[in-house]
């Protein structure tokens, strides 16, 4: 007469529930671990991946999540370039063309800028970046007009002709862009 021969729990004949896949057992709770993973994964897998995308799950477009300026409290005013300032430090002389040994000022014409409140230009050449102002802020809530300046640099003593277009960022949101030619 044969004795009954331990069972191994991982066998395919165990009695509790559960499958085997390509002689891998699985149980129940193993199977269930499994759906919730697959389960969270279809659902925040495309939320981490899509940070910042302006479209959702099904194409469409959708505004931006980010804090908006007007949010935050600003109320800014027209984006310029001009040739000069005036005594207010707001940018004159308004142009869309200029030298290439020119001192490019661009700015913000009246406006009101919670204290704190980060503010930089990004001057494009083309779709290429080719400098960042210096980001300034004030202890203090701001009104007036806020301006950039950008000159040739010490090595080209001139800019390169082409087009450019300069965009300013308040806390860290681009805000408004204005174009220009250097000849």
């Known amino acids: 007469m044969q004795q009954p021969k331990d069972r191994d729990p991982r066998s395919s004949d165990n009695q509790s529930g559960g499958i085997s896949i390509g002689g891998i057992k699985l149980d129940t709770r193993t199977i269930l671990i499994i759906i919730v993973v697959i389960a969270a994964a279809i659902i925040f897998l495309p939320q981490l991946l899509n940070r910042g995308a302006d479209t959702d799950n099904d194409g469409n477009n959708l505004p931006e999540v980010r804090e908006t300026v007007e949010s935050a409290g600003a109320d800014i005013g027209d984006f310029v370039a001009g040739l000069a300032l005036d005594r207010d430090s707001c940018v004159v002389d308004e142009t869309d063309s200029f030298s290439r040994s020119d001192t490019i000022y661009v700015g913000l014409e009246r406006s009101e800028i919670p204290a704190n409140t980060p503010v930089f230009v990004r001057l494009f050449r083309g779709?290429?970046?080719v400098e960042d102002t210096e980001e300034?802020?004030?202890?203090?809530?701001?009104?007036?007009?806020v301006w950039f300046e950008f000159?040739?640099?010490?090595?080209?003593e001139?800019?390169?002709?082409?087009?450019?277009?300069a965009e300013i960022f308040i806390n860290g949101n681009p805000v408004d862009t204005v174009s220009f030619r250097i000849q």
């Open 158 to 165: 001139v800019f390169e002709s082409g087009d450019y277009e």
């Open 127 to 129: 779709d290429r970046a």
């Open 136 to 145: 300034i802020s004030n202890a203090e809530d701001y009104e007036g007009c």
């Open 151 to 156: 000159t040739p640099s010490d090595s080209a």
